[in-house]
C-alpha cells in the first residue's frame, strides 16, 4: 500500500511540473474547419484521423492490458480480462448514448446557426452523464460479482476476474467524461481529443509495466493503470470546457435535464448505444459457449483474437463517428450530396484498412499472436486456426458499422437502431447456438463470419433503398424548382 501511494505522490507532482505544457494544448493548433465548405477529402483526413486514433485508445486501455496480463500472469489472466470485456463495452455504450448523440446535435445546431441550442445540448448531455454515472457506479460496486458468476467464472478464474474489476469500476466516476470527446469534435474541434488520447496512452503503457512488472500487482496492477489513464483523459476534456476556450460553453444553469432536449439525445443516440450493447450481450454468449466447449482456454483465444479484432472494430467505429460531424452539419445546412459523397469515401477508406490489415496478418500470424502468449504452444495453434477463419468476418462487419453510423447522423434513428441489433443479436446468436452444437470451436468462429457477411449486404441494401432514394428525390425536387 505504501508503493502505491509514493507512485500516486510522483505522478502529482509530475503533473504539477507539467502543468504549463498541458494549458499549452488548449491555446494552441486548434484550428476549426468549415464542415460546409472545406474539401470531404480534408475534413476526414481532418476529423476521421483524430476520431479513430480516439477510438483505438479508448478500447487500447484494454487491449494493453492484455498484452501485459498475458506475459506476466499467463493465459489465466488473459480468460480474466476477456470475461471482464463485455462489462466494459456495457459501460462504453452509456458513454456512445450520450456523447454521440449529443455531438450530432450540436453539430447539426451549428450548421443552423443555433448556437444556444448547441449550449442547451451540451448542458442536458452532462446532467444525463451525472446520473447514469451515480447509478452505473453504485450497481457496478453491489453486483461485480453476481454478473461475474453469471458469465461462468469460477475458481482461479472468478478470483482474477474480480480483482480487475473491482478497479475499473471504481474509474468509472470520471471514465464517462470521455463523451466530451464527441462534443469537442462537434464543434470543429477534432485535434484536441487526438492530443489527449496520446497523453493518455502513454500514461497507460508506462504504468502497466510499472504496476505489472516492477511492482507486481497483477491484474490488479493492469486495472490501476487503465483507469489513471483514462482519468486524465477525462480531466484534461472537462478543463478544456471549464477555461472558456470551447466554442459550446459550458453553462451552468443548462446543466439539468430537459425533456425536450434529453428525448432527441437518447433518440440519436440510441443506434451506437445499442449496437455497443448488443456486442456486449455477443461477447458476453461467446464466451459461455467457448466456456463450454473448450474451458478458459478457449476464452483466452477469443481474448487474443478480440485483442487483434479491436484494431478493425475501432477504426469502423472511430471512422463513422469522425464522419457524423460532417454528414450532420451538411444534412442540416441541406447540402445531401456532399452527405453521401462523405459516406462513398469512407466506405473505401474502411474496405482498404481492412485488407491492409488481413494482409498483414496472414504474413505474420504468430508474432501477432506472441504479443500476447508465447509460452502456451496450445493457446498458439488454436488462436491461429481461428483467426484463419475469423479475419474473414473484417471487411464485412466494418462495412455494417460505418452505413449503421451513416443513418444515425441523417437521423434515421429506426433504420440505424435495427442495424445495430442486426449483426451481433439477430444474427449472431441464433447461428453461432446451431453451428457450436454441430460443429463445436469451429461453429462460433465461422458464425461470425457469417453473420457480419448478410449483415454487410442488408446494410448496403438499406442504403441504396434510402439513402440514394433520397437524395435522387431531392435533388429532383430542387432541379423543378429552379425550372419553375
Known sequence: M??????FHNLFLFFKDKKQVFVSLFRKNNKAYSLKEDSILKLLIVFVGPAVLGMLVNILYNVVDRIFVGQFVGAEG???????????FFQFGFVL???????????????????????????????GLLIVMVLFTTAGLFFYEDIL?????????????????????????????????????????????AKLVLISSLINVSLDYVFMKIFGLGVQGAALATVIAQGTNAVLLLY???????????????????KEIILPILAVGLAPFVMDISVSFQNAFANHLLLESGGSDAVAVMGIIFGINVFFMMTALG?????????????????????????????????????????????????IIGMFINDNAEIVTLTKSALEIFVISIPFFMIQVVVTRYFQAIQKNTVATFLAILRPVLLFIPISYVLNSSYGLVGI????????????????????????????????????????
Open 445 to 484: 468462429w465461422v458464425a461470425f463470419v457469417l453473420s457480419d457477411s448478410l449483415a454487410a449486404i442488408i446494410s448496403l441494401l438499406l442504403v441504396k433503398k434510402y439513402a440514394l432514394k433520397e437524395n435522387r428525390r431531392r435533388q429532383s425536387n430542387t432541379t423543378q424548382f429552379v425550372a419553375e
Open 149 to 193: 458468476i453469471l458469465f461462468g467464472a469460477e475458481d482461479l478464474l472468478l478470483q482474477l476476474s474480480k480483482e480487475y474489476l473491482f478497479v475499473i469500476i471504481l474509474g468509472f466516476p470520471l471514465s464517462f467524461f470521455i463523451a466530451l470527446e464527441f462534443t469537442c469534435r462537434a464543434e470543429g474541434n477534432p485535434h484536441l481529443p
Open 97 to 127: 448514448l450520450f456523447g454521440s448523440g449529443a455531438g450530432i446535435l450540436i453539430a447539426k445546431y451549428l450548421g443552423e446557426n443555433r448556437l444556444d441550442k448547441a449550449e442547451e445540448v451540451f448542458g442536458t448531455m452532462l446532467a
Open 319 to 367: 471512422t463513422g463517428d469522425g464522419m457524423q460531424p460532417i454528414i450532420s452539419y451538411n444534412h442540416g445546412a441541406k447540402q445531401y450530396g456532399r452527405a453521401l459523397t462523405t459516406l462513398k469515401y469512407v466506405l473505401v477508406f474502411v474496405l482498404f484498412a481492412a485488407f491492409l490489415g488481413i494482409t498483414v496478418i496472414a504474413f505474420f500470424p504468430e508474432s
Open 240 to 258: 478544456y470546457y471549464f477555461n472558456g476556450k470551447s466554442l459550446v460553453k459550458l453553462v451552468w444553469k443548462q446543466i439539468k435535464l430537459k
Open 2 to 7: 505504501s508503493n502505491l501511494k509514493t507512485i
Open 78 to 88: 488473459i480468460s480474466a480480462v476477456t470475461l471482464v470485456f463485455p462489462i466494459n
